[in-house]
């Protein structure tokens, strides 16, 4: 019976940072030998492919695009070349595949399938804004978007809160750049004083920049520069 290949995850940068800096070479190897791969975004996954190098043109790699409407059926031709022991790459937009991306579903079929999925190091920036915020890493929990509408974000930060006070949980959660500012003002105008919050802003990027102090002292400085750069957010209710 011929071995089966294998799924391999692939984490992408965060920033424009050298890869050198954030993925070991064994998994740049790894990454530049496949020939296909399954990408939310085919053009992102292209630019990773000629940032990392590859031993084959970027022509001659397929890149199947997964979005909101692809059914089981198509994932399941996707990794079809798994049979018979063809390697297929997944990776996100950005960060490691699968946490907080619609990567899982392809990860969650292969495991059905009975294929080997295998998990590579990379940047993960949830993950690292939790390392660097100081807050309670060993309870946590990663919310994803807030509402958009300002006084219902308002009132889900405060749930949050809420049950950060109960559990000693970090909350963690993200919001489209763009909008960053206005999440920031919510938080700090919304959350009790004493509440600790980590600003992570363009993790591994040039103008990375991560502060953790408590909502009171955000509101007596200055706010920091965050319109349409990447940001994690961290807060823990004491």
Same mark, same amino acid.
């Given at each position: 019976?011929?071995?089966?290949?294998?799924?391999?995850?692939?984490?992408?940068?965060?920033?424009?940072?050298?890869?050198?800096?954030?993925?070991?070479?064994?998994?740049?190897?790894?990454?530049?030998?496949?020939?296909?791969?399954?990408?939310?975004?085919?053009?992102?996954?292209?630019?990773?492919?000629?940032?990392? !190098?590859?031993?084959?043109?970027?022509?001659?790699?397929?890149?199947?695009?997964?979005?909101?409407?692809?059914?089981?059926?198509?994932?399941?031709?996707?990794?079809?070349?798994?049979?018979? !022991?063809?390697?297929?790459?997944?990776?996100?937009?950005?960060?490691?595949?699968?946490?907080?991306?619609?990567?899982?579903?392809?990860?969650?079929?292969?495991?059905?399938?009975?294929?080997?999925?295998?998990?590579?190091?990379?940047?993960?920036?949830?993950?690292?804004?939790?390392?660097?915020?100081?807050?309670?890493?060993?309870?946590?929990?990663?919310?994803?978007?807030?509402?958009?509408?300002?006084?219902?974000?308002?009132?889900?930060?405060?749930?949050?809160?809420?049950?950060?006070?109960?559990?000693?949980?970090?909350?963690?959660?993200?919001?489209?750049?763009?909008?960053?500012?206005?999440?920031?003002?919510?938080?700090?105008?919304?959350?009790?004083?004493?509440?600790?919050?980590?600003?992570?802003?363009?993790?591994?990027?040039?103008?990375?920049?991560?502060?953790?102090?408590?909502?009171?002292?955000?509101?007596?400085?200055?706010?920091?520069?965050?319109?349409?750069?990447?940001?994690?957010?961290?807060?823990?209710?004491?």
């Amino acid at each position: 019976m011929a071995k089966t290949g294998q799924l391999h995850l692939i984490p992408v940068g965060l920033s424009d940072a050298d890869p050198a800096g954030w993925l070991p070479p064994l998994v740049r190897q790894t990454a530049a030998r496949l020939t296909t791969y399954i990408a939310e975004n085919a053009k992102t996954a292209r630019a990773f492919l000629k940032q990392i !190098g590859t031993d084959h043109a970027i022509q001659d790699i397929t890149i199947h695009t997964l979005g909101r409407r692809t059914s089981t059926t198509e994932i399941r031709q996707w990794l079809q070349p798994l049979k018979v !022991g063809e390697h297929i790459g997944l990776v996100s937009e950005a960060g490691c595949p699968a946490v907080a991306d619609p990567g899982a579903v392809v990860v969650g079929l292969a495991h059905q399938l009975g294929y080997q999925v295998v998990p590579h190091v990379g940047p993960s920036s949830i993950l690292m804004g939790l390392m660097a915020s100081g807050l309670n890493g060993q309870q946590f929990v990663f919310h994803g978007y807030a509402p958009v509408e300002p006084q219902a974000r308002a009132q889900q930060l405060k749930s949050w809160e809420t049950q950060s006070r109960k559990l000693n949980q970090t909350q963690i959660l993200i919001e489209t750049p763009y909008r960053n500012e206005a999440m920031f003002r919510t938080l700090t105008g919304s959350l009790h004083g004493h509440t600790r919050l980590c600003v992570a802003r363009a993790v591994t990027g040039q103008d990375e920049w991560i502060m953790t102090q408590s909502v009171q002292a955000w509101q007596s400085g200055r706010p920091p520069k965050l319109a349409r750069i990447p940001t994690l957010f961290l807060y823990l209710a004491d």
